[in-house]
């Protein structure tokens, strides 16, 4: 384009080429910038995000069990406890999240206990957890009250203890919710700032990993936030999109997030989240008469990536 420009004596970029001569009665085609180029590659990005958001939806909908419809879809799309109201609430998430890993669930089977595991906490009190308990203590009381056989260290009740002991001790700072709502929401400032604080987390609380650690606070309601599980890894890096890497998950569903809103759709990272693990899980779990299905992870992810569109979610650039 541009030699045939310099030829043909065509103004580009503000600066015709050729001889005086030939820049009498020079034509002109529309004026090229580097930030035209960016804002048409703004909104790419923003129809890739949105388009995207849209496949994995009407994927999820048309791979519904038949006792649901597309309307009681949307139950999945409020946070388990987002109306917390105590630094107890935030507590039984924290170590609820804590165990929400791997064979976890199975072993501790926390829907099934949790009465008894509530009375062992001093009802998610985190001051009596920590005057209380150590890490031993702490799972000798579980295993006495649940007949769990000897301690070891490699197992998850052992393990989940140190993530208990831990969250108390991290959430014993704060004096309430409100406390620990403006807490979060100071770093709320972008997708960088989200990620320091589930780092933060996964740092003091033993056991809690990058994802548990987001785990938790999207179920607390802050919906900015996803859990980059294995689930999303998967479909993200398989399909092409990004890194196979929790990190770049993380942030790559809060650019689909964004770029939905800038297009005009109210899209939530843990709407994304949701959507993707109930393909990947098939485990519609707020529906009681629902058992469990087979996952769709490796058909959607086929199916991304037989997509024509490339789905290219990267940032625009001044070149």
């Not at 009681?72 to 924290?94: M, Q, T, W």
């Not at 403006?182 to 003091?204: D, K, Q, Y």
């Amino acid at each position: 384009m541009t030699v045939w420009a310099i030829k043909q004596g065509i103004c580009v970029d503000n600066f015709a080429y050729g001889s005086a001569e030939r820049n009498i009665g020079v034509k002109h085609l529309p004026i090229y910038t580097k930030e035209k180029d960016a804002m048409y590659q703004v909104k790419k990005n923003n129809s890739d995000s949105l388009q995207f958001y849209k496949f994995a939806r009407s994927f999820l909908e048309s791979h519904l069990p038949v006792e649901m419809s597309a309307e009681e879809l949307e139950e999945y799309f409020k946070a388990d406890n987002d109306n917390f109201k105590s630094i107890g609430d935030v507590f039984a998430r924290f170590i609820e999240s804590a165990q929400n890993y791997q064979g976890a669930p199975n072993s501790i089977n926390l829907k099934e206990r949790k009465d008894g595991i509530r009375k062992i906490l001093f009802n998610y009190d985190v001051s009596r957890v920590v005057k209380e308990y150590d890490v031993d203590s702490l799972d000798q009381e579980f295993r006495s009250r649940f007949k769990l056989g000897p301690s070891n260290k490699k197992s998850y009740w052992y393990r989940w203890s140190h993530s208990i002991i831990d969250s108390a001790k991290f959430l014993i700072k704060f004096n309430d919710a409100n406390e620990f709502r403006e807490f979060v929401m100071s770093f709320n400032s972008n997708a960088n700032t989200r990620m320091a604080l589930s780092l933060l987390i996964s740092e003091r609380i033993n056991g809690f990993g990058f994802a548990l650690a987001c785990d938790a606070l999207k179920e607390l309601g802050f919906y900015e936030y996803c859990k980059p599980d294995t689930h999303l890894v998967d479909i993200f890096s398989k399909a092409g999109i990004c890194e196979c890497n929790k990190l770049d998950v993380f942030e790559t569903v809060s650019k689909i997030s964004e770029r939905c809103c800038e297009a005009g759709e109210s899209v939530t990272p843990y709407k994304i989240d949701k959507i993707l693990w109930l393909i990947s899980s098939g485990r519609y779990y707020r529906h009681d008469s629902i058992d469990d299905v087979k996952s769709l992870k490796n058909e959607f992810i086929e199916e991304l990536k037989s997509q024509k569109n490339k789905w290219d979610f990267s940032e625009p650039r001044f070149y």
